[in-house]
């Protein structure tokens, strides 16, 4: 149902159940807000998006105000401009005073609504509190002190990823934003996946950075420094260096990285092609014996944390396989460059993730001498363009370069395991193979593509028949994880990833990404599916030459020990 109302002396249709700031989005005029977040519902908690309506004494919320018939409504009156300057001027009186040496410096909400509210003097002083930033994380640094309390951090914790790692402690003035126990985020529940560095709107949580650890190693003569990077990379790069997703973006990374200083480079996609490979044939197994079905798949850490902190009883289930980027790692320093002559403690290896779990995960891979790592430092894509621009690299301007060793090759496959669905599209295409002898007459598995949080499809492969699923969001993954524990739900294999939509959307991508930038990263990686000529894991000539020369046959002897994990032997199971 349709109505009239006003806004700012104008008429404007408005429709039953919606909010006033669902109406003034529609048409075009801006409040500004710090505690709403879109597809949750408004709290109104931050007042900043307060309009005055006619025959209401006080300001109101407009986020969560819903509209009524021939209302009126002013949203910028002397009021309400008043009001909103108040408040900015309030959160910005106990704020530090360190712009010039914040991360989010440029890129702040706060400090872009101080400039919105033509604030040029600090009118108020709060008391400074000396509270300590939280480093304990492998992945997550938190600082208390440029929280503003607005409560987004608790709730794609809560809501989203469904750990509730992040809440509110203490009441009225004492309140603030903490973790649990006040254990800060190094806690057990936390799955260091990074959406509430995505969501924040100041510099109170960031990745823990890498950035001087990798200059040093680039400058240190006794290392030689190689790097692998997620096929999310350069999917979604060329956003910070206004260069439209393609093709070439892959070429133009390499010679990025070369620039930069790294000896060799390699496509962490080709991991993704052994993690099929041993996964398929740990699932056929599986589906032989009748045990440890559905298989969970395990190249999301977040989501391996949370099964070894929340969900123990499920590790049976869950896949072996390490990470591809900890394959790639493990390859890196045990064969592939060992075999080009260098000294294993030489090689310094660095991964760049669309993801800051993946500095945890990095953190938990350790060699047998237990000292010294299979990937020594991991690099968000944030990260990576920080360091890019840092040393004065011309990305714009850069000659592309293929792959300089055999080892930078991959098949689309792997290059899909950045989306939800990827992972297990890559694989049923090598199981189906494994089983049959044949590739399958589609490849393309429509079901599982797309931005939805739950994707379900029945696969047939010769007599074989079982049920599929890819979810995406840990919130996703409980409540689907319920199902089949209650036998409401019945599946071969799942695919999880903690971050809603899959490693296109991680934690450590670029800041204030909308549904635009990730369906751009989205379409990037399926054009490579659609222009490849290698689609399977199993026909790639680099996996078909690694298991000929130097590993043995999928999901035995040698690989058992470089390409897998044993999970119940990790401290604190």
Not at 210 to 230: G, M, R, T, Y
Request: overall charge positive; aromatic content about 4%.
């Amino acid at each position: 149902m349709q109505f009239d109302i006003e806004i700012n002396n104008q008429p404007v249709l408005a429709k039953r159940g919606e909010t006033i700031k669902n109406v003034l989005d529609r048409i075009g005029i801006h409040v500004p807000t710090l505690c709403y977040m879109n597809g949750f519902t408004p709290t109104g908690g931050c007042r900043l998006c307060v309009v005055e309506v006619d025959g209401i004494s006080e300001l109101v919320p407009s986020c969560s105000h819903p509209v009524n018939e021939w209302m009126k409504i002013k949203t910028h009156s002397p009021r309400v401009l008043k009001a909103r300057k108040v408040l900015v001027e309030l959160l910005l009186a106990g704020h530090p005073d360190d712009c010039l040496y914040c991360g989010r410096n440029g890129n702040c909400e706060l400090q872009n609504l101080a400039f919105e509210m033509n604030i040029r003097e600090r009118k108020y002083h709060g008391k400074r509190q000396n509270i300590q930033i939280d480093k304990a994380c492998a992945s997550i640094v938190r600082d208390p002190a440029k929280c503003v309390l607005c409560g987004r951090c608790i709730r794609v914790c809560d809501e989203v990823i469904g750990v509730s790692a992040i809440d509110v402690v203490g009441r009225g003035s004492e309140s603030k934003i903490g973790t649990t126990y006040n254990k800060g985020l190094n806690t057990h529940t936390c799955v260091k996946c990074g959406q509430c560095i995505m969501v924040c709107p100041t510099g109170a949580l960031a990745e823990k950075t890498s950035i001087q650890k990798v200059i040093d190693a680039l400058n240190n003569p006794e290392l030689f420094p190689v790097i692998q990077f997620s096929p999310t990379v350069p999917a979604s790069i060329g956003e910070d260096f206004n260069i439209k997703a393609s093709k070439d973006i892959l070429n133009l990374l390499r010679a990025g990285l070369k620039k930069i200083g790294f000896r060799q480079v390699f496509d962490t996609s080709m991991a993704a092609d052994l993690t099929i490979m041993e996964e398929a044939a740990d699932f056929i197994g599986r589906i032989a014996n009748h045990q440890n079905l559905p298989m969970l798949t395990s190249c999301c850490p977040s989501w391996v944390k949370y099964i070894e902190s929340a969900k123990p009883q499920l590790l049976p289930k869950l896949s072996t396989t390490a990470s591809p980027q900890q394959m790639m790692g493990r390859l890196i320093k045990n064969y592939i460059t060992t075999s080009a002559g260098q000294k294993t403690e030489s090689v310094f290896v660095v991964s760049v993730m669309p993801c800051t779990a993946m500095k945890y995960d990095a953190d938990t891979d350790v060699m047998k001498d237990g000292i010294s790592r299979n990937v020594d430092a991991v690099l968000t894509t944030r990260e990576l363009v920080a360091l890019i621009k840092l040393l004065g690299i011309d990305f714009n301007n850069l000659d592309p370069e293929p792959a300089d060793t055999h080892y930078g090759l991959r098949s689309s496959s792997g290059n899909l395991f950045g989306i939800s669905g990827g992972h297990l599209e890559g694989l049923i295409r090598t199981i189906h193979y494994m089983l049959t002898g044949m590739d399958m007459n589609s490849l393309k598995i429509n079901e599982l593509r797309g931005l939805k949080g739950r994707k379900e499809t029945r696969i047939k492969i010769g007599k074989v028949i079982f049920n599929v699923a890819a979810v995406s969001g840990l919130s996703n993954a409980r409540a689907l994880i319920d199902d089949i524990e209650a036998g409401r739900e019945n599946f071969g294999i799942i695919e999880v990833m903690a971050c809603p939509h899959g490693c296109i959307n991680g934690g450590g991508q670029r800041l204030n990404s909308d549904e635009k930038n990730l369906k751009s990263r989205m379409k990037a990686l399926y054009d490579v599916d659609e222009e490849e000529m290698i689609k399977v894991a199993h026909k790639s000539p680099v996996i078909i030459d690694l298991y000929d020369k130097f590993l043995e046959k999928p999901g035995n002897g040698r690989n058992r020990e470089l390409l897998h994990v044993n999970r119940s032997l990790k401290e604190g199971l």
